[in-house]
Structures are given as structure tokens and as C-alpha cells.
DNA sequence: GTAATAGTGTCTCTCAGACAGTATGTC
DNA sequence: GACATACTGTCTGAGAGACACTATTAC
């Protein structure tokens, strides 16, 4: 017995704005809740799309331009009710860019909405939110994961605001360095920022290293 | 363009065995690969299934006749290689079982087999047994997840034993008390296991914090 | 008594956290 | 010089690990 079931990806793009968690919102261009803000999303090619992480990473180059540094997937959204075309199979990724990179590369037509001030978004695509921040604030302490969203090049001062922000919490500096050194992921490019007072050195992530995770919390 | 894409549940059902992890596998009734060894799996029905969860549940209470008291979603396999009939997509979903409900509920036509002397599975059932067994092992120490392979009620050197099993390491009897303690999730039954030797104090889970999270490892 | 397992007490050393201190730039 | 930010050094307290110790059973 087979089923025919509607299999789609959705993928919730986080970003820094404004120091905030952000997530990439667009407007539906088509029926069910066409012009509503929602999660950007497309059905499964076959032809086209080798795996579950190549159809998310085509339907988010297509929708928004964007070639994300980081894409993962999240979990499995599939139920009865969650699309009113019926039974439907959402496979959920997550995806990390940093303001410059998105800057440069998204469309126009999209939204950016800090995670605080969500709306409440078609389909179950909240829920897909919330377990998208909730595996983002979870691996964040554990892993090189935030870099993704420092940007290229970071003060290790940016570094420390941006692991910050995703944790929600403050982190000590002296503790913060330590640690990184210790870990030893990120390593000096020569130069520096220039800014109002004292200049300092800027990093980068250490290619081979760009995704660790670590045993103990930074 | 929606098209007809083949949706499965698996599931990887995971036990004690001789104090090994083990994975219970069935001959498959039907083409691809009738008569191999293969994780538990099935079509969603779509009018049963209220979802992903409950599907996995059906799949696993019809085919091997257990009602796992840990069942979670694994990972979502979907690619147009992994099953000869095309384009597909598994949900696997990972089950804990402790052997005595096994022995209780199992059918007879089912094997387990210790995950260190797995054959090769048919599709790419290998691949999402691993992908189990790294949850299971990251999650251990962590969590109360090993619990539900020990059984309804422990001696705390049995649990302790369960934790090394899965964590794949020696823990300090002193240490693990202690952090048990601190955690407080476990609670006396006020029962003895008698045995060759001095009775041990039979615990059980506090029913509100059978699924907990820690922050620090046991 | 001995053997074996259950369960507890205590020392030490590591490391996270706190915070003060030094360095180097702008004005 | 003052001030702001970059970066480093050091003290302390909590807690994990190691291991010895006591307790209670069977024999």
C-alpha cells in the first residue's frame, strides 16, 4: 500500500539584526495563505534535488538568493493536520548567514523579522521556529556554530558579543579567551580594526576547524 | 508541481543485551530485499497515522508487538538513492526498551543483535543505526535516556552499569552517587534486592522526571 | 572469621568565574 | 593629560575524580 503524501523542506534562516536573533521571512506567492509571511519553503524535486539538504539549499537559493555557510537539518515536521492540503511531510532546516554575506547576496522582496516580534506564520511554521532557536541556544555553548553569524573576519570582542547574544547571556572576556584559546579554532589574520580607541586584532575561523563542537560549554 | 514521493517510518530499537547495546531486526516480508534482516519499518497510513510519532509507534506495536516507553525521532533520511524504488524519504525514530518488557511483549520472530556485530542492512539501514547510536551516546550522560533501559525499578550499581554500557567508560561509584543525589530523579522503593551478598536498595524513577535533561555529565 | 557487594567520607587538583591590572589607541 | 577599549594576570571557591573507608549480607 502506497500513499501518495506532500513532501516539502522549509528552512528557517537565522541572522544577527540590530544585535538580535533574526529570522528570513517571506511572502507566499501562491495558495494555501498566498501573500502571508512564512517560512521560505518548496516541494521536493526529484529530478532536481539529490537529498533533503540539496532541495533546502536549492529552495533557498531560489527564494532568496542566499548560499548559506551553514545549513543543517532540524527535524521532521509530518502530520494530518499541519497543511490544510492534507497529510504533508515538512523537512525542516536551519540555516546560518552572517550580515554581510546576506547583505550582499539576498533578493529584495524579504523580510527579517527579530525572533522577539514574530508574527504568527501560516502552516506550524511557529513551531518550526521554536525548535529551530531552541537547537541553535542549545549547541551554541558547545559549538563553533555561532561564528557563522560573525561574519568572515571578527574581533575576538565581536566574537565573544555574538556568542553572547545567541546564548542570551553574558559571558566573562578573560574566561571567554581562555577558552578559546584552549580550543584553538580561530587564529589571527594580521590585521586590524581600526576604530575610536585602542585598534584590535582581527581572526577568522581556522578552515579545517569551521565546525566543532566541544565537550565543555564556552 | 507536487509529486509522489514514498514516505516510510524505521526504527531502530535499542536494548541491553548481555550488557551490550543491541538493535532488533526482522526478516522482511516483502520485496526490496524480502527474507534480509532490516530495521523495523512500514508505510504511513495516512488515514491511522495521526503523525510521524504515532506512525512509528503503529509500525513498531504491529511488527514486533512492543509499546517502547522511549520512542523519539532520529533523523530523516531522503534521497533518490537510498531505495531502489526511487526517491524516498525514512523518518527514523529511535525506541529504548529494557529487556524484561521485551521479553514480555516481543513476538518470536524478531532478533537482536549487539550493534558490534551488526551484518550489513539492506537500504541504508546501516547508516541510521549509526546516526542512533551517536544520539543515544551523546544524549547518555546528559540524561535520564538509560533509565528506560534498566527497567521499571534498579539497583543503583545496575544503573550505574546501564550509564557505562551506553556512555562506553567506567564511571566512580562515589561520583555517580553523589551527582544522582544532586539530580534527584531516581527514588528509594523502599524494596531490597536480595542476592549472594549484602541487600542493595531497589530504586526507581520519579514518574514527573522520567525524561530530564542535565547540564553537566553524569 | 572471610569474601563480596552496598554504600559513605575525604583529599586533592583542575578549572570556571570574578575582577583587577596593564597596554595602546583617540581626543 | 583623560578616557575608552584591547588584552592579561591572579585569587578563590566549587566540584569532579580518586580512593580509602565503613556496613551488611552469605558462607
Known sequence: MRESVIVTVDVVLFTLLDDELAVGLLRRADEPFKGRLALPGGYVH???DTDGLAAAARVLRDKTG?????????????????????WSVSLAYYALVDRATLECQAK???????????????FDHNRIVDKGL??????????????FLAGTVFTLAELQATY????????????????????DFVEPTGEQREGAHRPAQLYRIQPKK?????????
Open 134 to 147: 531552541e537547537r541553535v541556544q542549545n549547541k551554541a555553548a558547545y559549538s563553533t556554530l555561532p561564528c
Open 66 to 86: 542566499i548560499e548559506a555557510p551553514y545549513l543543517e537539518q532540524l527535524y521532521t515536521f509530518a502530520d494530518g493536520a499541519r497543511d490544510p492540503r492534507g
Open 210 to 218: 569551521s565546525r566543532m563542537l566541544f565537550d565543555k560549554a564556552l
Open 46 to 48: 526529484q529530478q532536481e
Open 164 to 183: 553572547e547574544r545567541v546564548m542570551g547571556q553574558k559571558l566573562d572576556k578573560s574566561v571567554f579567551r581562555r577558552k578559546l584559546a584552549e580550543l
Open 108 to 122: 529584495d522582496a524579504f523580510s527579517l523579522v527579530p525572533v522577539a516580534e514574530l508574527p504568527r506564520l501560516p
